[in-house]
């Protein structure tokens, strides 16, 4: 029942559902021993999959954000750009705050509103794929083409060549129990220790 060989998001759910998103054909639940397209979910290409503390899916899509109670769909739009333009990645930072990265943007969500930022990376149009947060709190951001980000001074700052990393591409990225960072990039994959600024990589 998968009809798409092109995968991006996956999640189980609180449930014990399991969710997939595809590049051309929209959104995936496997359920009774197959996967079953959802139908209600009109963008063709799902990026991500974020389950939110109420039980509420959110769908990261080609089209923006939207919210699924894991039946169907129940919000598509909003006056917020974020759920109009393309959603990329999600992630849960230390104080509960929702970071989602599309096209030039980050959004935080801190329970009551979205907060947009805007991002300048080494090109006019840099789209995030990844967000972690390390030991100290600092976010950071992976874009495609657009290197990486710091948050500092309530705004993203590009930092690839202050830290040596030679990539302009990090599209994945997760912090270990002892706080280092790994970036998944298309020169391999970098390690990082924010404490001591030591870099690895390993290609």
Not at 71 to 81: C, M, Q
Not at 139 to 145: A, E, F, H, R
Request: charged letters at 25%; hydrophobic letters at 35%; proline letters at 1%.
């Amino acid at each position: 029942g998968l009809t798409d060989q092109f995968i991006f998001g996956i999640l189980r759910d609180s449930k014990n559902r399991f969710w997939v998103g595809s590049k051309n054909n929209g959104l995936f639940k496997y359920e009774k021993r197959k996967f079953q397209r959802q139908p209600d979910v009109k963008a063709k290409t799902v990026n991500a999959i974020f389950e939110h503390g109420n039980g509420l899916l959110w769908i990261g899509t080609s089209q923006g954000l939207i919210l699924h109670n894991g039946d169907h769909v129940v919000k598509t739009a909003d006056t917020t750009g974020i759920f109009k333009r393309a959603v990329n990645c999600f992630y849960k930072d230390s104080q509960n705050n929702i970071w989602i990265g599309g096209t030039n943007e980050v959004y935080k969500h801190d329970g009551k509103k979205f907060i947009p930022y805007s991002i300048k990376g080494k090109v006019e149009k840099a789209d995030v794929w990844s967000i972690v947060e390390d030991h100290d709190g600092t976010i950071w951001v992976g874009t495609y083409l657009g290197g990486l980000l710091r948050y500092e001074n309530d705004k993203f700052i590009e930092c690839s060549g202050e830290l040596g990393l030679k990539s302009d591409s990090y599209l994945t990225s997760l912090i270990d129990k002892e706080g280092f960072i790994y970036w998944g990039t298309l020169d391999g994959v970098y390690m990082f220790n924010p404490q001591n600024k030591q870099l690895v990589q390993f290609s």
